[in-house]
């Protein structure tokens, strides 16, 4: 728990968080129980309508900006005398999982464990353990974090507390899927968004589990590549020494893009980086190192850049496979050389670098390595006189670099009112994840901080994704305190 020197607003909210723990956590469930995956627009729709009657329920006055996809929802409640304006950005849409995967509990039916033991908090009228977790797709990817916000606004109003800033809630139906139409709806909605300051809460903590900020988010683009070989599948005996293998090929290939020392080779690829600022480094150099404790909770031997702490990587670009396939596996396997074989490669994108140009790098590279790049299946006549095809088809979605700066009086105000609370802030130049951060710092022009509130173990995009409730109620404080906080 956070116990240093919060303000009596904070200590207020805490009091009354701790006799209504029941209250928020059924809140946060009956949010988690509503299947939110990008994709299915029906069920976006039903978020939609229950998070606006939530902030409707806490004085915000809620309007639906449509868009092609899923509409965006955007909050406003303005107070008498504001010392000026906040902006809060969270989404509440989800990642695709398969239930069948799931070993404790199921995506849309939240449980609650403390350890190995499912926890029935309705049943008892004692403090709750802050180490029980729920457990539910988007329980902390970003649903935890909105209960969070609505749970510090009941106990500010609860306990009339002065809130001085006017505040905009804008939440998200499409940060899953690369929020594609967030940017040109923002734009379009500018006066009802823009404020002195706004706050992307979004991403887990650092590692060490300390209260965590940042000032910008990574960029990310990707390529799928597909290596051709035969018109089908052949006989891997009798064709085995005949026909090119692609996904040999398309292995060689993406092997051919880092060196051992794990550094991408990929022509210009590191070029146009912006080098850290004085005060970034500095506060990379305050952040506990947790690469050990990393190492030891993945089961690893070592880091791919050992002489280099995780917080300094997150500030180069990165080149990953996300996936491969070709050919079968498992038992209904084929003794088969397939025709052909498909990759996708991940890009993040740091401070200086642009999609654009990566992609280009990318394909750059697959062409010195010999292939012709073709933009759909080869027809027979390419097929005949090309022996190294490569189809490279570039990744939909993805987000923009978004890079703040730490030294501005707005993005200060904020973190020191974080730090306030008992001392402990960990600042993160670069997160190593991506998000809309640059709508707002870039495109509105507004002074932009990224707020981390949940556990870093969370399982976000994964299985078995959880929240700690020992996070969420620091989330709450962390909330209030900057819903009150001074102004200089």
């Not at 080149?319 to 596996?329: E, F, K, N, P």
Request: net charge negative; glycine share 8%; no cysteine.
């Amino acid at each position: 728990m956070l116990s240093a020197a919060p303000s009596p607003a904070v200590i207020k909210v805490r009091e009354w968080r701790a006799a209504h723990e029941r209250q928020i956590l059924a809140e946060l469930i009956q949010l988690v129980s509503l299947p939110n995956i990008a994709s299915n627009q029906a069920d976006i729709l039903k978020n939609a309508d229950l998070l606006t009657a939530m902030f409707e329920k806490r004085g915000f006055i809620v309007s639906r900006i449509a868009t092609p996809g899923s509409p965006v929802l955007v909050g406003r409640r303005d107070a008498s005398n504001a010392v000026g304006t906040l902006t809060f950005y969270m989404h509440y849409d989800g990642q695709p999982t398969e239930a069948r995967d799931w070993t404790i509990g199921q995506p849309f039916v939240p449980v609650a464990m403390l350890g190995q033991a499912r926890f029935d908090f309705t049943t008892t009228s004692a403090a709750l353990n802050p180490d029980l977790r729920i457990y539910g797709r988007a329980v902390a990817d970003d649903k935890g974090p909105i209960v969070a916000f609505l749970a510090a606004m009941d106990g500010l109003a609860e306990t009339r507390a002065t809130v001085p800033w006017s505040l905009r809630i804008v939440l998200d139906g499409e940060e899953e899927a690369g929020s594609p139409n967030f940017t040109a709806a923002m734009t379009a909605n500018a006066a009802a968004v823009r404020s002195d300051l706004a706050v992307v809460v979004d991403s887990p903590r650092h590692p060490s589990g300390l209260p965590t900020v940042f000032y910008g988010s990574r960029g990310v683009t990707g390529a799928e590549i597909t290596i051709y070989g035969a018109i089908g599948d052949l006989h891997s005996g009798n064709y085995g020494n005949f026909v090119t293998d692609p996904a040999m090929a398309l292995t060689k290939l993406i092997a051919s893009m880092k060196d051992e020392a794990g550094n991408v080779v990929i022509k210009g690829f590191y070029d146009g980086v912006v080098p850290l600022t004085a005060s970034e480094r500095r506060a990379i150099d305050e952040i506990p190192n947790v690469d050990q404790k990393l190492l030891e909770q993945f089961g690893l031997a070592r880091s791919e850049h050992p002489d280099s702490r995780i917080e300094l990587q997150h500030n180069r670009p990165t080149l990953t496979v996300a996936g491969l396939q070709s050919g079968t596996v498992g038992p209904n396997s084929r003794n088969a050389v397939a025709a052909t074989a498909t990759g996708r490669v991940e890009m993040r994108l740091v401070n200086g670098l642009n999609e654009k140009t990566q992609y280009e790098r990318l394909v750059a590279h697959v062409r010195d390595q010999g292939y012709i790049i073709v933009t759909g299946p080869p027809d027979a006549a390419t097929r005949r006189i090309q022996p190294k095809i490569a189809r490279i088809t570039q990744g939909g979605g993805g987000f923009p670099i978004g890079k703040g700066n730490m030294d501005d009086p707005a993005t200060v105000m904020a973190a020191n009112a974080i730090r306030a609370l008992d001392q402990r802030l960990v600042q993160m130049p670069t997160i190593g994840g991506s998000l809309p951060f640059s709508t707002f710092n870039d495109s509105l022009a507004m002074p932009t901080i990224g707020l981390a509130v949940v556990n870093f173990d969370n399982n976000q995009h994964a299985v078995n994704e959880n929240l700690r409730v020992g996070h969420l109620w620091e989330a709450i404080d962390i909330f209030a305190a900057l819903i009150t906080m001074s102004r200089p």
